[in-house]
Antibody
């Protein structure tokens, strides 16, 4: 069974970078698409971006200048980096799998809460 | 981006009852709508995609309908484990966008 687990710091200072890891077991990240989604306080959900089986990426235009998604295929992990964070980036961050590009996310991690505060 | 308007925001029901949650897209998304269940400490669960296709392993008391701009998730004969947060998401175009969520609570 595909399992995803997010990890990373729960507290980040404003203007710094947020870095999260998604560890995948039961399936290779060299297949399909692997994405990041976040849920803000108040429950609004936002798709942030994905990295494909080949390593290509696509990002939400609202974040394009601040976001980077990379991967380490030897560890079966992919990563989120969000630069120049503000308090508005406080959210629960989820990683998830897309079997195909225009399908929904079929496997999700449990999420990691990140607070941006000084 | 496609805006997704989900209603109601809160819904209270008792086990055994049936409930419906609605989702309206700001433009046609054909049939490409998904529904998720979210519960604290658990991974989000994909319930339905393509508007009405039940994801493998999801009980048949969950059903989806609609096309174009208007969609409905119906849960028949609520079980205690069905209470939680439900989201719709369009998967017709990028960026994928979500509704605001519906909290289904025990009456």
């Amino acid at each position: 069974e595909v399992q995803l687990q997010e990890s990373g710091p729960g507290l980040v200072k404003p203007s710094q970078s947020l870095s999260l890891t998604c560890s995948v077991t039961g399936y290779s990240i060299t297949s399909n698409y692997w994405g990041w989604i976040r849920k803000f306080p108040g429950n609004k959900m936002e798709w942030m971006g994905y990295i494909s089986y080949s390593g290509s990426t696509s990002y939400n235009p609202s974040l394009k200048s601040r976001i980077s998604i990379t991967r380490d295929t030897s560890k079966n992990q992919f990563f989120l980096q969000l630069n120049s964070v503000t308090t508005e980036d406080t959210a629960t961050y989820y990683c998830a799998r897309l079997e195909q590009l225009y399908l929904p996310f079929d496997y999700w991690g449990q999420g990691v809460m990140v607070t941006v505060s000084s | 981006d496609v805006q997704m308007t989900q209603s109601p925001y809160n819904l209270a029901a008792s086990p055994g009852e049936s409930v419906s949650i609605n989702c309206k897209a700001s433009k046609s998304i054909s049939k490409y709508l998904a529904w998720y269940q979210q519960k604290p400490g658990k991974a989000n669960k994909l319930l339905i995609y393509d508007g009405s296709t039940l994801q493998s392993g999801i009980p048949s008391r969950f059903s989806g309908s609609g096309s174009g701009t208007d969609f409905t998730l119906t849960i028949r004969s609520l079980e205690p484990e069905d209470f939680g947060l439900y989201y719709c998401q369009q998967h017709n175009e990028y960026p994928p966008t979500f509704g605001a969520g519906t909290k289904l609570e025990l009456k």
